[in-house]
């Protein structure tokens, strides 16, 4: 029963106000019954001063007995009650007052023994009391009993037993308990519906969620929550169907990526091949073997670059690629980089232009990923430069930040293309039309790793027929301080 959460929060929820409720009928009870005891006993004392007066005023009176005794049976009337009285004069003696229409009630009662009480009361060693249990045993209905002395000054002249009908007021207290048992099923009924409202609502979400994550794992990437309003629930409801969405492109990422090197290893492969075969079988003639060599050597060389590249990926990916911050010149790493293209830049009649905005421009990364990431780069921007075409490259930087761009005037990207530029296996040609061979389509995506690994972001910037333009920004540094020569520090 209790190992689901809904059962769980349920059971807690109402035995927490089932508990309050018991609490608050039992307290609300209480007060209610000492309410009616308290005015009931209140009551009992003013009767017993009423009938003091009588009997010290006009009883006590030979010529106003009479009158006395009226007086007598008109409180007994007005309370419902019964008036005992024994006296201390034996002239006296005990006498008993009682509504005519209640004689039956109280029928066994009026000749009860009272002397032992009646002589500690005459005696002044009993002050008196209230009692509920004095005529239990000779009467049918709940009955409390006033038991005081009759002073006249300083003389106690007869002992008071008031004894009146509790009917009405346990009557009333019973009506108080069962308004209040009442209620309070009321109330936990009540409770029970809102709490099991409430507990569905909240726990709904995570069954809905623990069924579809096992529907995750059978590959069923496409599901996703309802998740509705603004309350925690709805949020990580929200938030799931993100990270499911997240989930399906990376699983259809996954899936063209494998597609995508399944097809860019077998390819090649293929054709390596068919032409060793051939050369094998004699259907190439010796004398033209070298040339098909060469194009398997120059497939093999384009397969190990892909794979060079792919292991690159996975380690920055991985997190596995620490980088090495050091502080150095952007500029001078242009340069560098732009000599290894040398050959391939004179071929092709391309037109260089660096536009540095500062001579030396210090920059904190890494350099090495940074070098990657320029020849990456140019070699796209290379490749994809006309015959006789500009490449330009240009360096601004600020207090913070320095902004490389490297543009070529290719034939540029369509709109529709630019946002997938940096997707894995991406190839250019499909928005350039290359001047050389392919590459892989792993460089940008590389370069882009790279660069937020740095933190800083990458942007392109393309439209047919105007060229394409990469542009990322590094973190600025302080230009270091040169070490002075060996011959300065001993002197």
Not at 26 to 42: A, C, D, L, P, R
Not at 339 to 356: G, V, Y
């Amino acid at each position: 029963m209790f190992r689901t959460l809904f059962s769980r929060m349920l059971v807690t929820y109402l035995s927490v106000t089932l508990g309050l409720m018991i609490l608050l009928g039992v307290t609300v009870g209480s007060m209610f019954q000492q309410q009616y005891m308290g005015e009931k006993e209140s009551e009992l004392r003013r009767e017993a001063e009423e009938i003091a007066d009588t009997v010290v005023n006009r009883y006590m009176d030979d010529d106003k007995r009479p009158l006395a005794e009226k007086e007598l049976l008109t409180i007994a009337r007005k309370y419902d009650a019964m008036i005992v009285l024994r006296f201390a004069d034996a002239k006296y003696g005990k006498r008993a007052f009682v509504d005519e229409g209640s004689q039956e009630k109280w029928k066994g009662s009026q000749d009860m023994d009272v002397e032992e009480q009646a002589l500690a009361l005459l005696d002044g060693t009993d002050a008196g009391c209230i009692v509920t249990n004095m005529l239990q045993d000779r009467v049918d209905i709940p009955v409390m009993t006033l038991i005081a002395p009759i002073a006249n000054g300083e003389r106690i002249i007869a002992a008071l037993f008031l004894h009146t009908d509790m009917s009405r007021i346990n009557a009333s207290v019973r009506q108080v308990w069962m308004d209040v048992l009442l209620y309070s099923c009321i109330a936990v009924l009540v409770a029970f519906l809102a709490v099991s409202y409430t507990t569905g609502r909240i726990t709904r979400p995570i069954i809905d969620m623990n069924a579809t994550v096992l529907r995750f794992s059978k590959g069923e990437f496409d599901l996703r929550l309802r998740a509705k309003g603004q309350d925690e629930v709805a949020q990580l409801g929200k938030s799931f169907n993100l990270m499911a969405n997240e989930l399906n492109s990376l699983e259809q990422s996954r899936r063209s990526f494998v597609a995508n090197v399944s097809h860019e290893l077998r390819s090649p492969l293929t054709s390596m091949r068919g032409f060793l075969e051939a050369i094998q079988d004699g259907t190439i003639p010796p004398e033209e073997s070298p040339k098909y060599l060469a194009i398997v050597i120059d497939e093999n060389r384009r397969m190990t670059g892909m794979v060079n590249d792919l292991l690159d990926l996975a380690r920055i990916e991985s997190g596995q690629y620490a980088l090495n911050l050091s502080a150095f010149d952007i500029n001078e790493l242009i340069a560098r980089t732009l000599l290894t293209f040398e050959a391939r830049i004179d071929s092709a009649h391309i037109e260089i232009a660096l536009d540095f905005s500062e001579n030396y421009c210090y920059v904190e990364a890494d350099a090495d990923q940074i070098a990657q990431v320029l020849r990456n780069l140019i070699d796209n921007a290379v490749k994809f430069t006309p015959e006789g075409g500009r490449l330009t490259i240009s360096t601004a930087a600020d207090k913070r930040l320095a902004t490389i761009r490297v543009a070529d005037s290719g034939k540029g990207m369509a709109a529709e293309d630019i946002p997938y530029v940096f997707d894995r296996f991406y190839k250019a040609e499909k928005a350039h039309t290359p001047r050389a061979q392919s590459g892989t389509g792993l460089g940008l995506s590389i370069v882009k790793r790279i660069i937020a690994a740095h933190g800083q972001d990458i942007t392109v910037e393309s439209e047919l027929g105007s060229g394409t333009a990469f542009i990322f920004t590094l973190k600025r540094a302080e230009r270091p301080q040169l070490q002075p020569k060996l011959s300065q520090r001993r002197a």
